[in-house]
């Protein structure tokens, strides 16, 4: 079973920046194509942005935070992150990567918090 640890959350003032890490155990991490999704309060789980499995090509992002998020991968290091700049208050959640269709165990996430 694939076990994913996000970190790198926090609390920030709107207009901060944020780099959110997930730690994947898994062999093959290289093989797949991976995702961010978050959980604001209230409301379903949503798709954040996407990264092929070699990290090459065009991520996806959702309208919301395309321009100011960037989402990477390190394959040596079984490692995806998502850089998060310009934050905006609309943008607290609770932040979690997955493969890139939701298809692994979640893990626990990472909270990011953002002040006006």
């Known amino acids: 079973q694939v076990q994913l640890v996000e970190s790198g959350g926090g609390l920030v003032q709107a207009g901060g920046s944020l780099r959110l890490s997930c730690a994947a155990s898994i062999r093959t991490f290289s093989m797949y194509a991976m995702g961010w999704f978050r959980r604001a309060p209230g409301k379903e789980r949503e798709f954040v942005a996407s990264?092929?499995?070699?990290?090459?090509?065009?991520?996806a992002y959702a309208d919301s935070v395309k321009g100011r998020f960037t989402i990477s991968r390190d394959n040596v290091k079984n490692t995806l992150y998502l850089q998060m700049n310009s934050l905006k208050p609309e943008d607290t959640a609770v932040y979690y990567c997955n493969e890139r269709l939701g298809r692994w165990s979640w893990g626990q996430g990472t909270q990011v918090t953002v002040s006006s």
């Open positions: 990264i092929s499995s070699t990290g090459g090509g065009t991520p």
